[in-house]
């Protein structure tokens, strides 16, 4: 059976979660990583040097990088459907996980951190107002783009909603002040309404 | 025929040449970024949203994000050597693509906008000390990875691994600062060397 280490509250391992979940693929999920610990053991960094979470068991093919295992099980189990068979439209949904994991996930990732992460009396203010002004950008395009599209790449759900839409549950869910995005959010509810999204996209966030 | 925006010193438009280049496909290309024609424009942004280059147009399809951009042209012309078809081999390969673009290019941003581009917003010495340690230690991971491998990043053969972290591996050996030996690399560099792609795009002077 495939496992995945990581705790569910990561971002990273909620992709994980519900690619398995959309694919109809029983799994085992290792709490691992924040106060469960465990990634600096011998045993873990032999896994995954880089001792970060997720990581991915498969019978025996052991696999790191959130966007390389979403990947890798749509291709898998999920040929022609998450994992779009033309070309074009694989590209299309590669390039959308690859801007989750280059921009729009470093621009989030400060406002996580000190809103979730760390108690209150050691929040960067400073971080947490220029995380929320980039990150409201980015919303914009993605409003833009969403518009006239049921999906990301278009009439058909992929990979990449997976991915990207781990990262816009948590930042529609932080205690910030966003720009209304209908077009987002009509895009969010629909991701939600998946039974296989029920796991990953739980709250209140953590 | 193939067209590539974004101007040639930019390391995300140099994926996409050198990976032109082992694939012998001509291309045309517009010099776009900052210090050449601008990319927030009106007409640039139609094309990619985010003004950022490289940007690839395949007749009328548009496509950005460098990464995707190698995913696709390999697929193109289907040189499975690079990228391969089956899940797993392809995951081994996408495995430290993705790597390159999230964790080891957090690793050198600060540092190499101080000690290469001396960016006045990047001048704390403690940042580009943690920098350059950050850098150093993500080094050390592909000096392991080419030691079990004895070749290349994912294997025995050349991908598209090679070229995002051969291009990272040329920037580390070209700016000024404490470096640990680390002999594996050092004949990786030598050994992408051979490769006339890296030697025009790659390795040829420029960080
Ligand atoms: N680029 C990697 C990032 C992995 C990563 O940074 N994971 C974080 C959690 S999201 C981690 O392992 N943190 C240490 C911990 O949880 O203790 C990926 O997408 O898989
Ligand atoms: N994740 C994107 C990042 C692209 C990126 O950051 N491009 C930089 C140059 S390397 C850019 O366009 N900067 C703006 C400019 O040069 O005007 C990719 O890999 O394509």
């Given amino acids: 059976m495939l496992k995945i280490w990581g705790r569910l509250n990561s971002l990273n391992v909620k992709k994980v979660v519900w690619c398995a979940a959309e694919l109809g693929l029983p799994f085992e999920r290792i709490d691992a990583g924040g106060p469960f610990g465990g990634l600096d053991t011998p045993e873990f960094l032999a896994r995954n040097p880089n001792g970060t979470i997720p990581l991915i068991d498969d019978d025996g093919f052991t696999l790191w990088e959130s966007n390389a295992i979403v ?93 990207l839409g781990c990262s816009v549950h948590l930042w529609l869910n932080l205690p910030l002040e966003r720009t209304s995005r209908p077009e987002l959010e009509r895009w969010y509810a629909a991701l939600r309404a998946r039974p296989a999204s029920t796991e990953a996209l739980q709250l209140p966030l953590s | 025929m193939l067209k590539i925006l974004g101007k040639s010193s930019s390391i995300n438009v140099r994926k996409v040449l050198w990976l032109c280049e082992e694939l012998g496909l001509p291309y045309e290309q517009e010099q776009y970024g900052s210090g050449f024609q601008a990319t927030d424009t009106p007409e640039f942004m139609a094309l990619n949203p985010n003004a950022m280059v490289p940007v690839l147009i395949d007749d009328d399809f548009v496509l950005w994000e460098s990464n995707t951009i190698c995913r696709y042209l390999a697929g193109r012309e289907q040189r499975f050597d690079l990228l391969p078809g089956a899940p797993r081999g392809r995951a081994l390969v996408e495995k430290w693509m993705d790597w390159q673009a999230t964790e080891l290019n957090n690793s050198w941003r600060y540092a190499f906008m101080a000690l290469v581009r001396r960016s006045p917003a990047h001048a ?55 470096r640990p030996a680390l002999p594996a690399v050092a004949a990786y560099y030598e050994r992408l060397s051979e490769r006339p792609g890296y030697r025009l795009h790659g390795r040829n002077g420029t960080p």
């Fill in chain 1, 71 to 163: 990947r890798y099980l749509a291709a898998k189990y999920g040929h022609g459907s998450l994992y779009p068979d033309d070309l074009q439209q694989r590209a299309d949904a590669d390039r959308w996980m690859d801007w989750q994991a280059t921009v729009f996930n470093p621009a989030l990732v400060p406002a996580i951190y000190n809103l979730l992460r760390v108690p209150p009396e050691q929040r960067s203010q400073d971080a947490i107002d220029t995380a929320r002004v980039k990150v409201d950008r980015l919303a914009s395009l993605l409003e833009q783009h969403l518009t006239g599209r049921t999906w990301l790449t278009g009439k058909c759900f992929t990979m990449a909603d997976i991915v």
């Fill in chain 2, 124 to 178: 704390d010495p403690e940042a580009i000390e943690a920098g350059v340690a950050g850098w150093n230690r993500h080094m050390a991971m592909v000096e392991a990875q080419l030691s079990r491998t004895g070749a290349y990043i994912a294997g025995a053969s050349f991908t598209l691994a090679d070229i995002v972290i051969g291009l990272s591996t040329h920037r580390w050996y070209m700016t000024p600062m404490p």
